[in-house]
């Protein structure tokens, strides 16, 4: 009985799992998330922001998810969300963190487990 070159080809990749490499998802880049953050910002999409933020977060104090909801209005005040449709996210040189610089605020976001997440603001001194 002959079998078919396809099936021969999957018995030796079952049989030796070696021969396959495990496939990885792509580390998401910060070009992909750095569009869909401002976009969230400028939409003042509350939900997806808090689902691209890693908590606690830091903003004077460390706060949770609702506390962020709640703070929302403050941390993206129309100054800030005018601010984030031109700014340039400056990367850090040593970690593959970035940097947003607003008026007097600095926006931090940092790679974690192959994402990106915002962290925190501070004030810029």
């Not at 990885?24 to 400028?42: G, I, R």
């Not at 939900?47 to 706060?63: C, D, L, R, S, V």
């Not at 506390?67 to 209005?73: A, L, V």
């Amino acid at each position: 009985m002959k079998f078919p070159f396809t099936i021969a080809l999957m018995l030796l990749v079952l049989i030796n799992p070696g021969f396959s490499a495990e496939v990885k998802p792509d580390a998401q880049s910060f070009a992909t998330y750095w569009t869909q953050f401002k976009a969230a910002v400028a939409s003042k999409d509350k939900e997806a922001i808090a689902g691209m933020t890693k908590f606690p977060f830091n903003y004077g104090k460390k706060m949770t998810r609702a506390d962020f909801i709640k703070q929302f209005d403050v941390i993206f005040n129309a100054k800030v969300r005018k601010c984030f449709q031109n700014a340039k996210p400056m990367k850090d040189t040593d970690r593959e963190n970035y940097t947003v610089f607003c008026g007097e605020d600095i926006f931090t976001f940092a790679k974690e487990n192959g994402e990106y997440r915002f962290t925190d603001v501070d004030e810029n001194d």
